[in-house]
C-alpha cells in the first residue's frame, strides 16, 4: 500500500516561516498531483495549494505570495514552505497524492499535521 508521512507543523507567531514535508512511501508506480489541504475548527477541508508532476502549481488566493508548494519527485516528496504566517493560517495541514499502484491510481491522504500561528 500506500503512506503519506508529513513532518514539519508546529506553533509559530504570526509573520513567522514553517516549512511541512510529505514523504510518500509503499508500492508506487508513480505520482501524479500533490498537494496540501487544510481545515480549521469548524470549517471545511479546503485545497491550499498543489503541484502537478510536471512542476505546475495551483494556490489558494489566500496564500498566494505567502506559500510556495515544490516536489521532490526522485524522493516522492512534497514541500510547503510557509512564510508571513497569519493567525486564520492555524489549521490541521493534510498531504494528499495522487498515487499509480499496479496502473491503478488512488487518491492518498496522510495524517495531517497541526500548525497553530499565535497573534
Known amino acids: 500500500q500506500v503512506q503519506l508521512v508529513e513532518s514539519g507543523g508546529g506553533l509559530v507567531q504570526a509573520g513567522g516561516s514553517l516549512r511541512l514535508s510529505c514523504a510518500a512511501s509503499g508500492s508506487i508506480s508513480s505520482i501524479n498531483a500533490m498537494g496540501w489541504y487544510r481545515q480549521a475548527p469548524g470549517k471545511q477541508r479546503e485545497l491550499v495549494a498543489a503541484?502537478?508532476?510536471?512542476?505546475?502549481?495551483n494556490y489558494a488566493d489566500s496564500v498566494k505570495g505567502r506559500f510556495t508548494i515544490s516536489r521532490d519527485n526522485a524522493k516522492n516528496t512534497v514541500f510547503l514552505q510557509m512564510n508571513s504566517l497569519k493567525p486564520e493560517d492555524t489549521a490541521v495541514y493534510y498531504c494528499?497524492?495522487?498515487?499509480?499502484?499496479?496502473?491503478?491510481?488512488?487518491?492518498?491522504w496522510g495524517q495531517g499535521t497541526q500548525v497553530t500561528v499565535s497573534s
Open positions: 494528499n497524492a495522487q498515487v499509480v499502484v499496479s496502473l491503478r491510481w488512488g487518491d492518498y
Open positions: 503541484i502537478a508532476s510536471s512542476g505546475s502549481t
